[in-house]
């Protein structure tokens, strides 16, 4: 098969390891501090966390505790109790790596309908294409192309508590089929599925600072609890995205027209941290459940508390809107470099004309250590009242 391409994407260890995507979570065999192994964190279908709309991605890919709207399926289900419209769809559109593969790419719909005052439901679909494979055999004649590919389906529900916080939980499908049913490590393969929740809370406030209208929420949400996924009978099961994300957001009305946003997400995974023997080799940890590697995430590095404080990446955001109509957005997100090591700017802007939003958003990385640079996003969203 293409290797090179293959291996871009995913690294399928069936005998006894885990499916990491590069693109992702980067690589390496030492942390910066010289320890044994590298400290990057893997888990399965990561897919799952990248960020899919340009409103986000325009602002370092924060998100849990922005004004509500339809892509708050993905960054926090609590919010969509204040959403103020009836409906909303958006649709996403993200090239991915096109710096390295020119065929690689995921798509996000999401959509939101209020029930009442009180209650609203949600749900999205999301697809990740990873272009087309060649296979060949050993003498590197072509055998045939595959084109794998993820997707997840869910809905969401959430319910508001006063003005001022509301619940959200989600539920979602999840089907990644990266193998094509070749045969490894003795093991035929398959696709591989699971199923998977979200929790989140939102909380917002009407009050003033420094002489100004303002708003000022959190949020939270735990997104991605549940079962391992396995791509062969009986073979490694890997551990999802399990995810918190806990973030604060600001907005200034400065004027009639005018209003401005700072925002701040802190997001942690979830999972084992990884454990090496004294002679380097990783630690099998696929035996323990999902309910002990959540809890233990928060104490297991082998760094200690120092290493626990590098598995926290960071998303800095802002956003300015004119009249309402349209936006300007800047944003950076940092995560350690033992850890992964993506660090870029992202840049933006919106317009709103009516019931319709289009919104773009643009990846700024240096071009020889990033993979990521000069990622796009787009999205087109659609907002209607009761009418």
């Not at 005052?117 to 055999?137: A, H, K, M, P």
Request: hydrophobic residues 35%; charged residues 15%; aromatic residues 14%.
């Amino acid at each position: 098969m293409n290797h090179k391409k293959l291996a871009l994407f995913i690294v399928p260890f069936l005998a006894g390891c885990q499916i990491v995507y590069a693109q992702v979570n980067g690589g390496g065999e030492t942390t910066t501090d010289g320890r044994v192994g590298s400290g990057i964190i893997q888990t399965g279908v990561p897919f799952l966390l990248i960020a899919p709309d340009a409103r986000s991605g325009a602002m370092g890919d924060v998100g849990v505790a922005l004004s509500p709207d339809a892509n708050a399926v993905h960054w926090n289900p609590s919010k969509l109790a204040f959403v103020e419209n009836a409906t909303g769809i958006s649709v996403s559109y993200t090239p991915w790596l096109q710096k390295l593969v020119p065929d690689i790419d995921l798509a996000y719909v999401s959509a939101y309908h209020r029930i009442d005052d009180r209650n609203v439901i949600g749900g999205s679909i999301r697809y990740f294409s990873l272009g087309q494979i060649q296979y060949t055999d050993d003498q590197g004649n072509s055998l045939q192309t595959y084109s794998p590919n993820e997707f997840s389906v869910g809905g969401t529900y959430a319910r508001k508590f006063g003005d001022s916080f509301s619940l959200g939980t989600g539920l979602r499908f999840i089907y990644s089929n990266l193998v094509n049913g070749q045969f490894s490590s003795g093991q035929d393969t398959h696709p591989g599925t699971a199923l998977a929740a979200d929790v989140s809370g939102y909380y917002k406030k009407e009050t003033q600072m420094m002489g100004k209208d303002a708003r000022f929420a959190l949020g939270v949400n735990i997104s991605n609890i549940g079962n391992k996924i396995s791509y062969t009978d009986g073979g490694t099961k890997i551990f999802l995205p399990t995810n918190l994300k806990i973030g604060a957001a600001n907005t200034f009305f400065l004027d009639d027209f005018s209003e401005l946003t700072f925002a701040l997400d802190l997001n942690k995974l979830l999972v084992p941290s990884p454990q090496y023997n004294s002679d380097g080799t990783l630690v099998d940890q696929s035996d323990m459940s999902v309910p002990s590697a959540i809890f233990s995430s928060f104490g297991d590095a082998q760094g200690g508390f120092k290493e626990e404080m590098q598995e926290i990446s960071y998303s800095f955001g802002a956003e300015y809107w004119y009249n309402k109509q349209f936006a300007l957005r800047a944003g950076y997100f940092y995560e350690n470099p033992n850890k992964g090591d993506r660090q870029y700017l992202s840049l933006g802007a919106g317009l709103k004309y009516n019931i319709f939003m289009l919104d773009f958003a643009y990846l700024v990385a240096s071009q020889d250590k990033s993979p990521l640079a000069n990622t796009l996003r787009f999205t087109l969203s659609f907002n209607f009242d009761k009418k």
